[in-house]
Each structure stands twice: as structure tokens, then as C-alpha cells.
């Protein structure tokens, strides 16, 4: 145990001295890096993705994944954006699409909680099923017009420098790190992902910890969603379309075990900084999409290959030894 | 029609006004250093590296000191990559963007914060559809004139019985082939195409695999439909090789908007008689002019005003009929590619 500890612990020096190491070259390279309005950018350009990605974490640590999120996403703002149209005040319009994304949330949670299907084919038929209905909602249309406060919410700066979404980001973040690394719950998200058998025997009711994740994670992505509307100031039925794939990258990059049990949101916090900071160094630089997808891409695998290559070094090490 | 004939009046008589008021016509100063970007719907589509290739010509003729910037998103992640890129050239105090916008009015907060900072917004290919956000349009061909070459084409290929068509599009959200449709539909009311029908609009979000499945799903669906009409390059070439492959030409045929290069072999096997295009390299050129006058102060995005685009000669902006608000610079003209005039302009 003190072994993952401090393997852990190494992993997140690790992102650490990576992140300091890409601050250094983007200043480096650009006058315009080192700026608050730039930093404020860097964060807002992707903030939906790192607040989903937190909930990400959790559920990942407890031993599953959600692969509908960009779709929970799409579903709310195009909720919101319907009902809306349909004449409802905005307000109602936003509980609506929250409320839609508890309804999503509850029903993964069925089919993983309590009937035992795995959460990769449970999420993956809602990825494509919520995507489906986000698209028969707002068929082939974009609807836009919002109020003022709206997209002011979404645009303009709220605390400070800070917009609302980077503030909710920040609160949420200090929340489920309280949660899981504070809490009763938090010790039973890591017990059922390193096992699940195990916990079910020593009585821990597991279908209700996976339950709070999946409502948790569909909640959190469905205000995502709406913080994306109020971004854009528009909504169509792609909207944050392939999402999910960016989101569970920041969470392998943080340290976080695919296979559950491991990991830590500061670690997350990390990597989400590291991806942030290397994409927008990269756009400063006039490196464009394509070759920003290949390096995170190969930063992807390095982070799975660099522990298993480690531990596998220290076992013939030992084993030498003994 | 009479609504067309009366803004067609409208248009002749603003095209007078300022000549009358004043006959000035701005040239552009060459070698005045202008940080400018070009941004594509995305990256690797040949129109987009055409439009690229003209606008290079431009800048090398203006002896901009620096150098041009062609940066683009993946296709995957066109709006998302698209805000960023503005976001991005904001901040680095670029001095004009030239979006070929693919974001509808999603990109408008980035626009806006863009010409916030100092900086000259043009669209070129695909506009903003609020025209929030945008200083001036450079818009290729006249949006109904697109309409009622579509509508030609389809008439001269399935002859005077007409028949059943459908159209396979850009991205559902692409302004610019949404206004093209549009145009279509509303030539089509005209009694002269009384016989053609349009039955189905499907997107293959310019991927290439995607237009490809698309169209021949449509010929499942439809077996009575006897064209596709598609206003993109990218799914015009799609639909055609669909239909070759499946063995369909003879029955089916494929119509629209589409590069010379991609569609020889389509044009003389048959397959797609007849498509239409205006050159890129033109619209790159001019939307390059337009965006250095506007940076350099030359211009300004203002209705009347005249400029001088180089080779190109000269342009005015006016009013965009196409659109509620915005203003725009019309290049055109159209051509219409067959079996006899496709080959030269595929070299």
C-alpha cells in the first residue's frame, strides 16, 4: 500500500515537473503566453471538458467508465435550447436539462447497478442513444437568441478575471476532492473499484455507490452542457460531439488506473493543466490540430507505458536481488 | 421572382449611388507589415489549399513583410478548433482573420472579442449568419444564382420529364450550403422546373466516408430518385464514386458543386454529367485584398465603398441580399463544367 502511495505520489511529481517544463518553453516561445487574459482563454477554451472530467475521476476510480457524457452534454443544451424555443423561461429551461441529465444518469445506473451489465456497453448505447435524442430534439436547426444574462454568463468575466464555468470549476473541484479523499464515500468509490466482490461481501452496498456515481457523472455533464450553450450563445445537435475521449485522457494522464482503485484528483488537476497549457502553447506557436492530437495522443501512451515499464523494472530488480 | 427582379433594382441602383457620389475607387500600399490569418472550415480539403494558394499570391503581390498564416482545425473537431484558433490569433495580436466559418453563430462570441481587440473579422466561402462579429463577406457567387445553377443542371441532366432528386450537404449547421439549398427551393417554385422533384436532404459533414454511406443510403431509401444534388466538393466526389461502385450511373446521377481535378473521371464516365464551381485560388485572392485593405485602413467595411483587388479589378461592398444584416463583396462569375470543358480546367 505504501508502495502505490508513493508511486502514486511520484506520478503526480512527475505531471508536475512535465507542466513546469511546458510552462517554461510556451513563455519561451511566446510573449503572448505569459498574460492573465491568455491563461483566463487557455482555461475557458476547454473548461466543459475539465468539469466533466472530474466526475470522470470518480467514476473511473470506482471501477467504471461513462462514455455517454459528450452525449449527456448535447442532450441537455439541446433540452434547454427546446424547451426554450417552445416559449419556457430560460430558467425552467435549464432545470429541465439538468433534471434530463439525473434521467440519463438514473437509467445507467440501472442497467450497471442493478441488472450487472458492464458500464462500457451500458454508456456506449447511451452515447449513442442521448446523441439520438439530442438530434431529434433540435433536428438539423441551431437555436441562439438566449437572454443577455445568459450569454454574458457563459462569456464574460464573473469574479475577477474568472467566468462563471472557472469558478464552478474550482468549486466543484475542491467538492469531490472533499469527497473523495475526505469522505465515507470516497473510501467506498476506492474499495468498490479496487473490488467489487470484495466490498459486496464485507457488506458495502455497491450498487448504491455506483448509482451516486453514475447520477453524479450525467448531473455534472448536463451542466456542462448548459455552461457550453452559455458559452457559444447557440445550440445544435453536435454540440460537444466526441467529448468523452478528450474528458477520459485528462483522467489516464492524471494517474488514474483505468482498472479503478487508483488515483487522485489532484493528479487529474495536473494533467488537465498539462493538456490545457501544452494545447494552447502549441496554438500560440501556430501548430494546428492535427499534430496537437498526435502529441497528446503519444503523451497518452507514454503515461500507460511509463508505470507498467517501471514496475516491471523493480520486479527483475528484486528478483535479482533475492 | 418579382421579389428577386426588385432587389436585383436595388442592387443596380446602389451600385450608382456611390459612383455618383463619389467615383473614388481605394487602391491597397504594398509592403505595409500585417499579421494575418486564414482559416479553413479545415484542414486537407483542396479548395481550402486553392483559396490558400491565392491568398498566398496576394500577400507575395502586397510584399507583406509577414508571413501568412494558414491554420486550420480537424474536421472532428471543426467548431471547437475554429473558436480556438480565433481565441488563439486574438491573443497573439493578429491584425485580420479570414474565417471560412463552419461554426454557425457559435463562433460570434470569439468574432466579437476579436474585432474587440482591433481585429479586421472577414469571412470568406461560409459567413456568420447574424453577421455579428464580422466586418465583411467575401462571398463567392451570388447565393441565388448558386440556387438556379443547381436547379439548371438538374433540368439539363434528367431532360425535360424530370423526376425525383435528392440533395446530400455539408454540415447541417454550413451556412453557406444552407443558403444554397434555400436558393434552390426557391428556384425550383419557378414553373419552368414544375417537373423536378426534391425529395430528401441529407449531411455528410464533409467527411468523405460519411457523404460516401449517406448516398447510398439514399438510393436505398429512394428507388425511384433519379439524381443526388451535392452543393460540397467533398460530397459531390463521394456521391459519385458511390454510385460507380454500386453500378448505378446509368440510372442515377450525380450532380453539383465540385473541383475539376476531383471530377474528371466522374464527369466523362458519366457518372456526373454536369457540376459547377467558381475558382478558389480567386476567392483566397480577393478575400487576402479585402482583409490587408481593411487592416491597413484603405477601406473601410462600410456599404458604397469601392477597392482595387490586384488582377481581379474591381470590387465593391454592398449590402448582403442574402443575409438580415452584413455587408459583403461578390466576386463570381459561375462555370459550368461538362465533358467538353472539364479536362482543361483540371490541369
Known sequence: ?322 | MRKYLMSAAACALLALLPQTASAQVATATPGKDVSMVLLPKFLGILPFDQAHKGAEEAAKELKNPTALQFLGPTPQNSVAGQIEIVTNATTQGVKAIMISNNSGDQIVPAAKAAQAKGLKVVTWDSPIPSADGEDVFVAQVDFSDIGKVMADMTLSILGPDGGKFAILSASPDASNQNAWIAAMKTALKDAKYAKLELIDTVYGNDESEKSYTQAQALVDKHPDMKLIMAPTSVGIVAAAKALQDEKLCDKIKVSGLGLPSEMLAYTKNGCAPQFALWSFIDLGYLTYYTAYMLATDAIKAEEGVKFKAGRMGEYSITKDPTRAKGLRVLMGPFTVYNKDNVEAAAK
Not at chain 1, 91 to 97: F, N, S, V
Open chain 1, 1 to 322: 500500500m505504501t508502495g502505490a502511495a508513493a508511486m502514486l505520489r511520484r506520478w503526480e511529481t512527475a505531471m508536475l515537473a512535465l507542466l513546469i517544463a511546458i510552462i517554461a518553453l510556451n513563455s519561451l516561445d511566446s510573449r503572448y503566453f505569459l498574460s492573465v487574459g491568455n491563461f483566463v482563454n487557455l482555461f475557458q477554451l476547454s473548461i466543459e471538458k475539465s468539469i466533466v472530467a472530474l466526475t470522470m475521476t470518480l467514476v473511473i476510480i470506482g471501477g467504471e467508465i461513462d462514455l455517454s457524457v459528450a452525449s449527456v452534454m448535447g442532450l441537455a443544451a439541446c433540452v434547454m435550447a427546446w424547451t426554450f424555443h417552445q416559449g419556457a423561461p430560460l430558467p425552467l429551461a435549464i432545470l429541465l436539462a439538468l433534471a434530463a441529465g439525473v434521467l440519463a444518469g438514473l437509467n445507467n445506473a440501472f442497467w450497471i447497478a442493478y441488472v450487472g451489465l458492464p458500464s462500457l456497453a451500458v454508456t456506449l448505447a447511451g452515447l449513442i442513444g442521448y446523441r439520438g435524442v439530442a438530434r431529434i430534439l433540435l433536428e438539423d436547426r441551431a437555436i441562439g437568441g438566449f437572454p443577455d444574462w445568459f450569454n454574458r454568463l457563459g462569456q464574460q468575466p464573473a469574479i475577477g478575471p474568472l467566468t462563471a464555468s472557472i469558478v464552478i470549476f474550482f468549486i466543484l473541484f475542491i467538492f469531490f476532492a472533499v469527497v473523495l479523499h475526505f469522505s465515507f464515500l470516497g473510501r467506498l468509490i476506492y474499495v468498490v473499484g479496487s473490488n467489487a466482490q470484495a466490498a459486496r461481501y464485507s457488506g458495502v452496498r455497491v450498487a448504491v455507490v455506483k448509482t451516486d456515481l453514475f447520477v453524479s457523472s450525467a448531473l455534472v455533464a448536463a451542466l456542462a452542457g448548459v455552461l457550453y450553450a452559455a458559452r457559444l450563445g447557440s445550440v445544435r445537435g453536435d454540440m460537444a460531439d466526441g467529448f468523452e475521449l478528450d474528458i477520459i485522457t485528462a483522467v489516464l494522464l492524471g494517474g488514474v488506473s483505468i482498472f479503478g482503485g487508483k488515483g487522485t484528483l489532484a493528479g487529474v488537476g495536473l494533467a488537465i493543466l498539462v493538456i490545457l497549457n501544452l494545447r494552447n502553447g502549441m496554438g500560440l506557436a501556430d501548430i494546428t490540430g492535427n499534430t496537437q492530437n498526435y502529441v497528446i495522443g503519444g503523451l497518452l501512451i507514454l503515461s500507460v507505458l511509463a508505470p507498467n515499464v517501471w514496475e516491471d523494472i523493480r520486479n527483475k530488480w528484486k528478483g535479482r536481488e533475492t
